[in-house]
């Protein structure tokens, strides 16, 4: 079976380290950008070039792309993901190298030449549209973009942004105005993904070193809140196996740049799903036609826990063959 081929724009990080490991075995990965986010661009980079070595696959480039935001000072969350990134597995400094070539260059040079790539961007947004600047016609080239972040409702780096689009606004807001195709895995939807200590037991017994260090990171993840989304991993799940993701909605974002308690925050249009039950605040069915912007986001309302778990642990137990 022909596998999907992308490009992965990324910020390692426990959950990006998760989602390299599955796409990595699933998926044909052309090149793995970097980005600051999570952590600082030296170890987010690092932390990529490690994951090739751990599986294998050095012969996936590694590009290092902006470590700043397009405004604004680096949000940063290493209380969730440690100094380095990776919890507190001390890894070696990698023997495989960056590309010299610039992240937002290579996105630049892929998209402009190749017809069969999708893009998935589970960090900030800052070298997607970094990218959409300095070439517009990307616009026309890129066939649709995967991207973790935003969320229905609540936020968590503030009480309505989530960390990705929190951490570079205008970014996620070029982004999201492109014209792109768009499929978003939100926090509305990662919450239905906890996992904890008796997941860690299920990894370890896995048997192999891939599965154990994520295990080491999982177990690490935990200890803050007693479990852990894996989002960016829920994430690019939907690309390897569509049927994890039970419902979505098409819907139009906007993404607020200026307010004061709301900068961050993906504004989602959802009053033709507004019904009458006082339980449900918004329905996963059309209940009246309302005027508004046409969508430019299919966003993932229902995953599949069981399906995502399953999916993991082969992905894993394929890397002790």
């Not at 949000?75 to 070539?101: C, S, T």
Request: charge should be negative.
């Amino acid at each position: 079976m022909q596998r999907n081929r992308i490009v992965i724009d990324c910020d390692p990080g426990i959950d990006d380290t998760f989602a390299l490991i599955l796409c990595i075995k699933k998926l044909d990965v052309a090149g793995i950008v970097a980005v600051g986010g999570n952590t600082g661009l030296q170890f987010t980079s690092r932390n990529a070039r490690y994951v090739t070595e751990l599986t294998g696959r050095t012969d996936i480039p590694v590009y290092a792309g902006y470590d700043q935001p397009m405004l604004g000072n680096a949000v940063r969350a290493e209380y969730v993901h440690g100094v380095g990134g990776l919890g507190d597995l001390d890894i070696p400094e990698p023997k495989k190298q960056l590309e010299n070539e610039h992240g937002v260059d290579f996105l630049i040079r892929t998209f402009m030449n190749e017809n069969d790539v999708s893009l998935v961007a589970i960090g900030p947004l800052t070298n997607v549209a970094q990218a959409l600047l300095k070439e517009p016609e990307l616009k026309k080239r890129i066939p649709e973009i995967l991207i973790m972040g935003g969320a229905a409702f609540c936020g968590n780096q503030s009480p309505v942004a989530e960390f990705n689009i929190a951490a570079d606004p205008e970014a996620a807001k070029i982004v999201m105005e492109s014209g792109i195709p768009i499929r978003m895995f939100g926090l509305n939807a990662t919450r239905q993904n906890w996992m904890g200590e008796e997941q860690v037991k299920e990894l370890r017994a896995v048997g192999n070193k891939v599965a154990d260090v994520c295990a080491d990171l999982l177990s690490f993840a935990a200890k803050m809140y007693g479990h852990s989304e894996l989002c960016d991993a829920s994430t690019v799940s939907w690309l390897i196996d569509p049927a994890v993701v039970k419902k979505s909605l098409m819907v139009h974002i906007d993404v607020e740049t200026k307010g004061e308690f709301t900068r961050g925050m993906t504004v989602c249009d959802w009053r033709k799903y507004m019904g009458e039950d006082p339980k449900e605040d918004l329905s996963h069915e059309k209940q009246v036609d309302a005027d508004g912007k046409e969508p430019n986001v299919e966003m993932a309302m229902e995953f599949d826990k069981n399906r995502f778990w399953e999916l993991l642990v082969e992905a894993l137990k394929e890397y002790g063959k």
